[in-house]
């Protein structure tokens, strides 16, 4: 039986009105046993700017 894969969730983050920042989840993101990740997004940020979770975090 193989180890499952950690996941984590990927997300672009905005700057809003008054420099607020505007999380918003694009995808997932897997690590693998060699420490490498697997990235599926949803959604393409239009900043190009990718930020990678845990998912217990905020």
Do not use: C
Not at 17 to 40: P, R, T, Y
Not at 42 to 56: S, V, Y
Request: glycine letters at 6%.
């Amino acid at each position: 039986m193989s180890t499952p894969k950690k996941a984590m969730k990927v997300y672009t983050i905005l700057e809003g009105k008054e420099k607020k920042a505007n999380w918003k989840q694009i995808g997932l993101a897997f690590v693998n046993s060699d420490d490498s990740l697997n990235v599926f997004l949803h959604a393409l940020p239009i900043n190009g700017k990718l930020h990678i979770r845990n998912f217990n975090e905020k």
